[in-house]
DNA sequence: TAATTATATATAGCAAGGTATATAAATGGA
DNA sequence: TCCATTTATATACCTTGCTATATATAATTA
């Protein structure tokens, strides 16, 4: 029989959920959505990068990254620049705006992750973000070698 | 500075992802999506189970689980009833076709589960598990003190 | 070089989550 | 009993993800 409340699958989904809840209640003041201020943590990193580098950064699907690039360019975090050396390419560049939510951003996200570990000795967090790059790590094995 | 592969609510939100993907290949097949089957774990347990009941089980909002409960009946796994004692309610009654994939379909979920845990021994696995719940009952009750 | 193949984006369409509202039925008081 | 409040659903609209296709530009190869 199965019990969700110790199926791995079931928590990840109800935490994540959660996780995503808490990030958008702190952020969106800030005018900004989850899956854009993933997106800035890596052009915050590295300005110009195109769509085709965010989405093997991020691990999401390429029509699931034009679409929040395409959300993100309409609310003024970025502009998208013809590349250079590709006519088919774009390179997405952060406007000022974008750039001044960094810190904010970063903070409003380390907040929650504060709430979600309070009680958590540093042991824990440590073992709990272990346990889950390893699962992380053992699903890509297991969807991507297509 | 923020590093997001040591971020509890980023690799959250990447191994759910992951979970997800797993889990709808292998229920595909069987012509049911994700949120289905979390809704299916509790009506095979109890079926007949209202809206309202299944928000508070499953802990998503109540659009959510309309939208999902109108798929489902479009999908022939569930069967709405007036409820007896409650004008404004509806009973979801499991169908004969809902109740023959208890079985393939907790086999997934399962399969996806073992295949995310490889490599882990049982502690790991506990602790991963419990790590998990405790996560989530903190970030429940930041959020729902409202 | 011409033709094929690969790569970068875009778009359509659907599921699942969420917020915000609306409506109808049930409940509780005054 | 009548009115206000609460509860059960439904709906509109938005974001994020995914799959499947389409298109244009590179790159490769015959």
Redesign the interface.
């Known amino acids: ?2 019990d ?20 958008q ?1 702190r952020i969106a003041p800030l005018n900004l959505a ?1 899956a854009q201020f ?1 997106t800035l ?1 890596e052009l915050w990193e590295d300005d110009g990068l195109t769509q085709a580098e965010l989405v093997g950064r991020l ?2 699907e390429q029509a699931t990254m034009a679409n929040t690039l395409k959300r993100m360019a309409r609310d003024g975090l970025i502009e998208r620049k013809p590349h250079p050396k590709d006519g088919r390419a774009q390179q997405n560049w952060l406007t000022e705006r974008a750039r001044s939510l960094q810190e904010p951003a ?1 903070k409003a ?2 907040a ?2 504060e ?6 000795t540093q042991w ?2 440590t ?3 272990e ?6 790590a ?3 094995k ?2 991507r070698p297509s």
């Open positions: 029989m199965f969700k409340d110790f199926s791995a699958g079931y928590l990840a989904n109800h935490m994540a959920r959660l996780f995503a809840i808490g990030l209640r989850p993933m943590l691990d999401v970063t996200a380390s929650v992750n709430a979600a570990l309070a009680g958590l824990e967090r073992a709990l973000i346990l889950m790059r390893n699962t992380i053992n699903l890509q297991t969807q």
